[in-house]
C-alpha cells in the first residue's frame, strides 16, 4: 500500500472514478461523503471495477467534528483530494449562501485539520470556470482570472485564494490546484457515472438522456456566436483520463516532487469541440440520432474555451488519452446502463 488517501466527495462523479484509479494504484481510499449527490450505491460500483472496496464515511465537511472524527479513525492520512462541493451553477444563483457555506466552510475545515494530522498535501478540484471569457486561446495557467458570473464559479475563486494565502502564510502542507474542463463519459465498464439530479443542465447527460428518449429534444443554445459553426466551443475531457491526473498529482505530493508548495495544472485535452460536433460525433459513433433544435443562447453562456494543457503534459507526464468517440461511446453505455437498473 501506498498509504491512505482522503477523497472527498468520492461518492460523486469524478471522485468515484478517482477512488477507482487511486485503488489501481495501490492507495487506500477512505472517501468522505454526505451523499447529498449520491448514494451509496457507488461504493458497490467501484468495488465491482478494482475489487477493493473503499472505506465509506457518510459524514458532511462541513461538519468539523465529524471531519475530526475521520482523521482520528485513519490515522496517517497522507493526502486529501477535495472534490466535495456544491456544482449546478444555475442553483447557486438562486441559493447562494447554500453554495458558499458549502464549498468554502467544507475547505476551511480540512485545511485547519491538516496540519494536527500531519496530511502532506491536498488537490483541490478547480474549474476552466475561473478563465471566464479568455482573451488568448487556448488558455493556459497565465491567463488572469476573471469575476466570476455565478455564485457556484465564486466559490471556486475564494477557495483558490484561501488554499494561495494558507500557502503562503507557510501553511505545512502542499496544494495542486487542478482546473478542469468539460469532464464528461463514464467508466468503460458502466459500473459508474455521472448521475444527473433532475433535469439536466450540463450538455451530455441531457443529450444521452434525449437519445434515450426521456427528452424530446436537445436544445442548442445558440448558433449565432463567432465560433466556425456558431455554437459555443469548449474541452470535453475523458473523466477516466481526468481521474488519472489526480493520481499523478497524489503521487506528486507524497513522493515529494512538487517544484513548488502551490501549483496549478489545466485539465484539458487541448482540443475544443462545438456543440454540434459532439452532437455530430456522438450520432457516428453510436449510430443513435439526437433529436436536436437551435434555440436562443442561454444566459451566461462563455463563448469559447479550450485548453493549453502543456504544462500539466510536460510537468506531470499526463495527456488525456481518449478519443472523443470512445468517450461518447462510454456515456451511452452509462445511459443504458441506468435504463438497465431502472434508475433512469
Ligand atoms: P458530484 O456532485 O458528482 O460530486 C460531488 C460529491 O460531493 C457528491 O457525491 C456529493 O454528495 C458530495 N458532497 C457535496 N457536498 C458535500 C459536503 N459538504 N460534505 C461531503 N460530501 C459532499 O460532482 P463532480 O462533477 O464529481 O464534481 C467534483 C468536483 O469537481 C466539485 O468540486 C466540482 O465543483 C468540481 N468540478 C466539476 C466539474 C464538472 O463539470 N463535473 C467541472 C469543474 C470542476
Ligand atoms: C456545454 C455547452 C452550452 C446544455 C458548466 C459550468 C462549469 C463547469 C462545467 C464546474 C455550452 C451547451 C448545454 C444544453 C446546450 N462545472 N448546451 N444545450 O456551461 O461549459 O460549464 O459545467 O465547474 O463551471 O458552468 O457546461 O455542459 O452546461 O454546456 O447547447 O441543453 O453545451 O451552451 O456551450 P459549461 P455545459
Redesign the pocket.
Known amino acids: 500500500m501506498k498509504g491512505k488517501i482522503v477523497v472527498?466527495?468520492?461518492?460523486?462523479?469524478?471522485?468515484?472514478h478517482t477512488t477507482v484509479e487511486l485503488q489501481n494504484a495501490g492507495y487506500e481510499v477512505v472517501i468522505?461523503?454526505?451523499?447529498?449527490?449520491?448514494n451509496a450505491g457507488?461504493i458497490d460500483g467501484i468495488e465491482k471495477i478494482s475489487g477493493i472496496r473503499p472505506a465509506f464515511e457518510k459524514?458532511?465537511?462541513?461538519d468539523k467534528e465529524a471531519l475530526t472524527g475521520v482523521f482520528n479513525k485513519y490515522p496517517g492520512i497522507k493526502g486529501i483530494i477535495?472534490?466535495?462541493?456544491?456544482?449546478a451553477v444555475g442553483e447557486s444563483v438562486h441559493k447562494p449562501l447554500l453554495y458558499y457555506k458549502?464549498?468554502i466552510v467544507?475547505l476551511l475545515n480540512l485545511l485547519e485539520l491538516m496540519p494536527e494530522n500531519k496530511v502532506e498535501g491536498i488537490v483541490f478540484?478547480?474549474?476552466?470556470?475561473v478563465y471566464g471569457q479568455p482573451e488568448i486561446l487556448p488558455v493556459d495557467e497565465m491567463a488572469p482570472i476573471q469575476p466570476a458570473l455565478s455564485p457556484?464559479g465564486n466559490t471556486?475563486q475564494i477557495d483558490e485564494e484561501i488554499i494561495r494565502d494558507a500557502i503562503y502564510a507557510k501553511a505545512p502542507y502542499k496544494s495542486i490546484i487542478l482546473?478542469?474542463?468539460?469532464?464528461i463519459g463514464a467508466h468503460p465498464t458502466a459500473e459508474i457515472g455521472?448521475?444527473p439530479n433532475g433535469v439536466p443542465q450540463?450538455l451530455i447527460p441531457y443529450l444521452t438522456q434525449t437519445a434515450i428518449g426521456i427528452r424530446k429534444e436537445l436544445s442548442v443554445y445558440g448558433d449565432d456566436y463567432n465560433t466556425p459553426d456558431g455554437s459555443c466551443i469548449r474541452d470535453y475531457i475523458n473523466v477516466v483520463d481526468l481521474a488519472k491526473a489526480h493520481v499523478v498529482a497524489v503521487n506528486r505530493i507524497v513522493e515529494n516532487k512538487s517544484e513548488s508548495k502551490l501549483e496549478y495544472f489545466n485539465l484539458g485535452t487541448g482540443t475544443g469541440v462545438s456543440v454540434l460536433e459532439l452532437i455530430n460525433a456522438f450520432e457516428k459513433s453510436t449510430g443513435v440520432k439526437v433529436p436536436h433544435k437551435i434555440v436562443g443562447r442561454r444566459e451566461g453562456d462563455i463563448e469559447q474555451i479550450w485548453a493549453n494543457p502543456c504544462y500539466a503534459n510536460t510537468v506531470l507526464g499526463w495527456t488525456a488519452a481518449e478519443s472523443i468517440e470512445d468517450t461518447l461511446k462510454s456515456a451511452w453505455s452509462w445511459q443504458l446502463k441506468l435504463r438497465e437498473k431502472g434508475i433512469m
Not at 82 to 87: G, R, Y
Not at 125 to 129: L, P, V
Not at 179 to 183: K, M
Open positions: 472527498t466527495g468520492g461518492a460523486g462523479y469524478i471522485g468515484s468522505v461523503d454526505n451523499l447529498s449527490n449520491s457507488v459524514v458532511d465537511c462541513t477535495h472534490f466535495a462541493a456544491s456544482k458549502n464549498n467544507s478540484s478547480s474549474s476552466c470556470t457556484y471556486k482546473r478542469y474542463f468539460n469532464p455521472e448521475l450540463n
